[in-house]
């Protein structure tokens, strides 16, 4: 008798971790998943809220969620301006599911990962009290923040970070810190993760001091993308950042892709994408996958990746709305004939110059079809912006692709309507430029196909050699590829010039931010932000514009 009842208990109690599946410190992966989710966009403010809840909820509670660690939602998809709430500190450690002094939809989510012993990352808009503060506060008395919230697998609120770089409309409504925070979080299963928000990855504050000044490998990334043509589409720009900075990714997308808003993933660095996607209609899509902790990415098998042989027609995303990158009309370029073969080209853009070497094939010289034209460009220098909101400083070499012989349709696709063949495949291309040394600069490739994917990290080569004053990039592609929209290389410079996105600075509460600068000690300060006109809250957040 008793050893039955001793043999009960083992299989109860293995069938107990069986069930939880909890990753621990010392295997070599975590069990992560991010999701794409539209966000609703009828009803009222509250039953907005409501139906985001519930489609939320019934995520993390679902089967197919199942013995995660982590699950991550991206930005603005669960609250708007009409139904802020406030967050705990994450010093407190607070369970808004014990200690229900939140909005109920924070509430209720804190009590779902509890219920599913996960970690959860959500996005929302919190109000913070700050009317005994003379500075940093709105004059109403309360800030508001694009907040990220990290529930762990007790529902506590373990971190939280505040949008520092803000993105259109969101620099009338909402509020800033007067020193961009830096969030990071430890896990049980061993893994310490950084976290920001979308339009933060353009810029050095966050991002880049996560990674090269506290060493972070892993970072979340919940997101409302507005794809932009030819370099930065959402999946393009997220394999792309994660390749350039070796670090895992979890890239949580809204989805709506009439409005550019699609496109989420899990990346492993230099390994590439292990699983994503982008859509052109209304998805819901979870990616899951076991994630290489840093130190075991050599031993870590990818999932194959199927490559297809060139052919005349091939998949296109069409019904994306997409933005075009208005700076490439002052890159230097040289357009390509229709029917090349084999292209040797040196363009220089003043004294930055790429070097590009470019082989096609014949595939049919149809009639009936429509076919892109290519031009290579290269450029350097600072009057650029990131898609007309901040100020940039870009060196880029690039073969893009054109719907004409006019500069000005490089950047767009042809639409729907409009039969598309590929003519020619590329079997070889090869780009090389010296970009200059500077301490704040990130380098990526930058590639995506009519698919709006980026081209597998497996078919193509990519170098850097460090010079004295220089690194010499090159990329070349190593495999047969049709449908190219854009194959190059893209760097980031990361400047200290600043807009003052429409804020009247005649008026005495608004203070124009501008851009953190490190001082000799290489410590970031980041001057005031500015004061914010709260009767324009509900205005632009009523609308979905980020």
Same mark, same amino acid.
Not at 105 to 112: D, G, I, K, R, V
Not at 353 to 363: A, E, G, M, S, Y
Not at 381 to 395: A, F, I
């Given at each position: 008798?008793?050893?039955?009842?001793?043999?009960?208990?083992?299989?109860?109690?293995?069938?107990?971790?069986?069930?939880?599946?909890?990753?621990?410190?010392?295997?070599?992966?975590?069990?992560?998943?991010?999701?794409?989710?539209?966000?609703?966009?009828?009803?009222?403010?509250?039953?907005?809220?409501?139906?985001?809840?519930?489609?939320?909820?019934?995520?993390?509670?679902?089967?197919?969620?199942?013995?995660?660690?982590?699950?991550?939602?991206?930005?603005?998809?669960?609250?708007?301006?009409?139904?802020?709430?406030?967050?705990?500190?994450?010093?407190?450690?607070?369970?808004?599911?014990? !200690?229900?002094?939140?909005?109920?939809?924070?509430?209720?989510?804190?009590?779902?990962?509890?219920?599913?012993?996960?970690?959860?990352?959500?996005?929302?808009?919190?109000?913070?009290?700050?009317?005994?503060?003379?500075?940093?506060?709105?004059?109403?008395?309360?800030?508001?923040?694009?907040?990220?919230?990290?529930?762990?697998?007790?529902?506590?609120?373990? /971190?939280?970070?505040?949008?520092?770089?803000?993105?259109?409309?969101?620099?009338?409504?909402?509020?800033?810190?007067?020193?961009?925070?830096?969030?990071?979080?430890?896990?049980?299963?061993?893994?310490?993760?950084?976290?920001?928000?979308?339009?933060?990855?353009?810029?050095?504050?966050?991002?880049?001091?996560?990674?090269?000044?506290?060493?972070?490998?892993?970072?979340?990334?919940?997101?409302?993308?507005?794809?932009?043509?030819?370099?930065?589409?959402?999946?393009?720009?997220?394999?792309?950042?994660?390749?350039?900075?070796?670090?895992?990714?979890?890239?949580?997308?809204?989805?709506?892709?009439?409005?550019?808003?699609?496109?989420?993933?899990?990346?492993?660095?230099?390994?590439?994408?292990?699983?994503?996607?982008?859509?052109?209609?209304?998805?819901?899509?979870?990616?899951?996958?076991?994630?290489?902790?840093?130190?075991?990415?050599?031993?870590?098998?990818?999932?194959?990746?199927?490559?297809?042989?060139?052919?005349?027609?091939?998949?296109?995303?069409?019904?994306?709305?997409?933005?075009?990158?208005?700076?490439?009309?002052?890159?230097?370029?040289?357009?390509?004939?229709?029917?090349?073969?084999?292209?040797?080209?040196?363009?220089?853009?003043?004294?930055?110059?790429?070097?590009?070497?470019?082989?096609?094939?014949?595939?049919?010289? /149809?009639?009936?079809?429509?076919?892109?034209?290519?031009?290579?460009?290269?450029?350097?220098? *600072?009057?650029?912006?990131?898609?007309?909101?901040?100020?940039?400083?870009?060196?880029?070499?690039?073969?893009?692709?054109?719907?004409?012989?006019?500069?000005?349709?490089?950047?767009?696709?042809?639409?729907?309507?409009?039969?598309?063949?590929?003519?020619?495949?590329?079997?070889?291309?090869?780009?090389?430029?010296?970009?200059?040394?500077?301490?704040?600069?990130?380098?990526?490739?930058?590639?995506?196909?009519?698919?709006?994917?980026?081209?597998?990290?497996?078919?193509?080569?990519?170098?850097?050699?460090?010079?004295?004053?220089?690194?010499?990039? /090159?990329?070349?592609?190593?495999?047969?590829?049709?449908?190219?929209?854009?194959?190059?290389?893209?760097?980031?410079?990361?400047?200290?010039? *600043?807009?003052?996105?429409?804020?009247?600075?005649?008026?005495?509460?608004?203070?124009?931010?501008?851009?953190?600068?490190?001082?000799?000690?290489?410590?970031?300060?980041?001057?005031?932000?500015?004061? !914010?006109?709260?009767?324009?809250?509900?205005?632009?957040?009523?609308?979905?514009?980020?």
């Amino acid at each position: 008798m008793y050893i039955k009842c001793a043999v009960l208990v083992v299989l109860l109690v293995a069938e107990f971790q069986t069930t939880l599946q909890i990753s621990l410190p010392n295997d070599e992966t975590y069990y992560a998943a991010v999701v794409e989710f539209p966000p609703s966009s009828s009803g009222t403010a509250k039953a907005k809220v409501k139906d985001n809840l519930q489609r939320m909820k019934a995520i993390i509670e679902s089967e197919e969620t199942r013995d995660l660690d982590i699950l991550v939602f991206p930005e603005y998809v669960l609250n708007n301006m009409e139904w802020k709430t406030f967050v705990p500190d994450p010093l407190q450690k607070i369970a808004p599911c014990d !200690i229900p002094n939140n909005d109920w939809f924070l509430t209720e989510m804190s009590c779902a990962a509890r219920s599913r012993n996960l970690y959860v990352v959500i996005n929302l808009l919190e109000k913070e009290f700050c009317g005994n503060r003379t500075i940093d506060c709105d004059k109403s008395g309360f800030n508001t923040y694009n907040t990220n919230v990290v529930l762990d697998r007790q529902g506590r609120v373990i /971190s939280r970070y505040r949008k520092t770089n803000l993105y259109r409309y969101e620099w009338y409504s909402t509020n800033v810190k007067v020193k961009p925070e830096l969030a990071t979080f430890d896990t049980d299963f061993g893994v310490t993760f950084g976290h920001f928000i979308c339009f933060d990855m353009l810029f050095y504050e966050p991002s880049m001091v996560l990674i090269n000044e506290l060493n972070i490998t892993d970072i979340i990334y919940p997101t409302y993308w507005f794809s932009e043509l030819p370099f930065l589409t959402a999946v393009q720009l997220q394999e792309g950042w994660a390749f350039a900075n070796d670090v895992n990714l979890l890239a949580a997308n809204a989805n709506y892709p009439s409005e550019q808003n699609t496109g989420s993933g899990i990346y492993a660095g230099k390994l590439g994408r292990i699983s994503a996607s982008i859509y052109e209609d209304e998805t819901t899509k979870v990616h899951k996958a076991r994630v290489p902790k840093h130190l075991n990415r050599s031993t870590y098998e990818m999932p194959p990746i199927t490559i297809e042989m060139p052919t005349l027609e091939t998949k296109r995303l069409t019904k994306i709305g997409l933005l075009r990158d208005y700076n490439v009309d002052i890159f230097r370029t040289k357009l390509l004939p229709s029917n090349f073969t084999a292209v040797k080209e040196l363009i220089c853009h003043n004294t930055f110059c790429c070097q590009f070497d470019v082989n096609r094939t014949l595939i049919s010289n /149809s009639q009936l079809h429509s076919s892109y034209l290519y031009r290579l460009a290269a450029f350097s220098g *600072v009057n650029t912006t990131h898609q007309r909101m901040d100020p940039s400083e870009l060196s880029i070499c690039a073969v893009i692709a054109c719907t004409s012989t006019d500069l000005y349709s490089c950047g767009y696709i042809f639409p729907e309507g409009v039969p598309v063949a590929n003519k020619y495949y590329f079997n070889y291309i090869n780009i090389t430029g010296k970009f200059r040394k500077a301490n704040r600069r990130l380098i990526m490739p930058s590639t995506v196909d009519g698919a709006m994917m980026p081209l597998p990290v497996t078919t193509f080569v990519w170098n850097e050699i460090e010079n004295a004053n220089s690194t010499e990039v /090159s990329i070349t592609l190593n495999s047969s590829k049709a449908d190219l929209l854009t194959f190059g290389i893209w760097a980031n410079y990361y400047t200290t010039a *600043v807009s003052s996105h429409n804020l009247n600075p005649s008026l005495p509460e608004v203070l124009i931010p501008t851009r953190p600068t490190p001082t000799s000690a290489g410590i970031l300060h980041t001057p005031k932000v500015f004061g !914010i006109l709260s009767g324009l809250f509900v205005l632009f957040f009523s609308i979905k514009t980020f």
